[in-house]
């Protein structure tokens, strides 16, 4: 953020202000694309080129038509904004909702209710393969060759028995035959066998991928590649190599040795390492991969808080003393005074921290006794069936966010949250707008 400052305040006038209509047209693109399910830059890119109001509303129609929607600067745009400035907005609009003077000057004749929140977390899924230990063997295998073929197309050959196609082919074969031994009388035997033939094979495609690598870093001036190219196909290359040897003993360890391999050290997916083994026990789907994501929404169902955890998450209790310790710094003019979740939110330790906070403790009990004596409290009962909508609302954002998120690494991943939550919460406000309206209208 200081870096930024310090480059805006030497550039000139007219740096600063294409800067500014390249921020405006940034926020509004990512914030439509948010709406929109998220969908590739490619058919992005189209669907603003052929819509007079989404151009209008991204600021990119002009005199002699629409200009500036080609997928390459759309993707420029969604990098122009960190995780850290798209949170501040949201931060900055959830301020101005709930504090009444500001919430006016918006047009909302009520303010956001901050006061009561409900909490529930949820597993944001990455967009990967079920991970299984072959699989990742292949997923290895293609991406050397690959990176080989380009550079034997560039003129840099060195000695091979077979193309690499062929070695592409032998891998499939064995892809195929390992799928096959399901059917068969002793399939643990036949996966067996077929994996000793996989892991020599593996490694021959990985010392060819190696030699060509190196032929490339010494001899790249040759080739019509640029140097940011060539370094592109060597870090792909290098990313690979350095996972042969755990991806070969992770399938070895479990199916050979019949071990089991603990969660932190399973390898999910072999181009992002910031993916979670969550076992949540929902019907249907016992184990999910990706990042949990914890949510806290008002009454009104904006989101007030919200947090993306790169590795094991902790406690789902210490999760909602972390969000109300975000919150407390907003500055709006409803303190939080009831917080309301499911049972996994309630805990002994928890339950001191609200009263010390001076927090109704709404969190659903795991006794069932006690949460049928609870029922009988109103504040209590009124949450709990108010909390039955915050599932919904998990729906809905996940259902925008295009159930699994297609950017690869955390980092990505957790900017795609900060823009789907900036795009729910500007949503919110715009239907109580259009409520408001509606009702003074009827009036």
Known sequence: MDLAVEEYEKASAR????????????????VLKSMLGNPPYRSFSQSVASSDLLADFCGVRRIDGIRGVAKSTLERASKFFGGTHVRWMQQVLIEMSAERDRAGQMGLVTPIQTGEVLVDSTCMEANIHYPTDWV???DVS?????????????????????EPERFARAMNRLCLEMTKTRRKTEASKARKSVLRKMKPLLKTIASHAKRHRDRLESSWQSTPYSHAQASQI?????????????????????????????????????????????????????????????????????????????????????????????????????????????????????SRQLAEREIFDATCPRDPHILK???????????????????????????????????????????????????????????????????????
């Not at 740096?15 to 990512?30: C, D, S, T």
């Not at 076992?279 to 919200?306: P, Y």
């Open 15 to 30: 740096q600063r202000r294409v800067r500014k209509q390249f921020a405006m047209k940034a926020l509004r693109v990512q």
């Open 136 to 138: 990742l063997l292949r």
């Open 142 to 162: 293609r991406t050397l060759l690959k990176a080989t073929i380009l550079i034997r197309r560039a003129g840099l050959c060195q000695r091979m028995p077979e």
């Open 234 to 350: 060597i870090a792909r290359i290098d990313l690979m190599l350095t996972q042969v040897p755990a991806v070969i003993k992770q399938a070895h360890e479990r199916m050979i040795g019949e071990h089991l391999v603990p969660s932190s050290a399973k390898i999910l997916n072999v181009y992002d390492s910031n993916i979670n083994v969550l076992v949540r026990g929902k019907a249907g789907k016992e184990v999910e991969f990706g990042n949990t994501l914890m949510i806290a929404e008002s009454a009104q169902g904006m989101i007030l808080d919200w947090q993306l955890y790169q590795n094991a998450a902790p406690a789902e209790w210490r999760q909602l003393g972390e969000s109300i310790n975000r919150q407390t710094q907003y500055d709006v003019t409803e303190p939080i005074t009831a917080i309301g979740s499911d049972r996994g939110f309630n805990s002994k330790p928890g």
């Open 373 to 443: 004596a609870r029922f009988a409290e109103e504040r209590f009962a009124r949450l709990q069936r108010r909390r039955g909508s915050t599932e919904a609302r998990i729906a809905i954002f996940k259902q925008r966010a295009a159930r699994r998120l297609r950017d690869r690494g955390f980092d990505h991943r957790y900017l795609a949250v900060a823009w789907g939550v900036l795009g729910h919460d500007l949503w919110i406000v715009a239907r109580l707008l259009l409520s408001q309206q509606r009702a003074l209208a009827a009036a």
